[in-house]
């Protein structure tokens, strides 16, 4: 059974910094996109950053684009997300995604990616 557990949420003051992780089990996804979506009470669910199957390209939303950054350790099946310099705006509950499409840039769209975490929940105070 495919599994991406995220971990690292929490309450943090703005201007302060998270590291969130996502672990993946029941298959590796060495050659195969991830990536980071959030969705704060009342709202849709977003885009937040994206890597490809090696590290090479990393896309952001322009939010996020300077504080946050997305990155990988294909040897432990883990992609993480680095957030600098959070704001209230940021509070959201931040969910990992991996693609079943091996290869190719990595994707904006939640449509295009085909495995879930369950989330973790970031809260920023003002």
């Known amino acids: 059974q495919v599994q991406l557990v995220e971990s690292g949420g929490g309450l943090v003051q703005a201007g302060g910094s998270l590291r969130l992780s996502c672990a993946a089990s029941?298959?590796?996804?060495?050659?195969?996109?991830m990536g980071w979506f959030r969705q704060a009470p009342g709202k849709e669910r977003e885009f937040v950053a994206a890597?490809?199957?090696?590290?090479?390209?990393?896309r952001y939303a322009d939010s996020v684009k300077g504080r946050f950054t997305i990155s990988r350790v294909n040897a432990k099946n883990t992609v993480y997300l680095q957030l600098n310099m959070l704001k209230p705006e940021d509070t959201a509950v931040y969910y990992c995604?991996?693609?079943?499409?091996?290869?190719?840039?990595?994707?904006?769209?939640?449509?295009?990616?085909?495995?879930w975490g369950q989330g973790t929940q970031v809260t920023v105070s003002s």
């Open positions: 890597i490809s199957w090696n590290g090479a390209i990393e």
């Open positions: 029941g298959r590796t996804f060495s050659s195969n996109y």
């Open positions: 995604a991996a693609a079943s499409v091996q290869y190719g840039s990595p994707r904006v769209r939640g449509e295009e990616y085909a495995y």
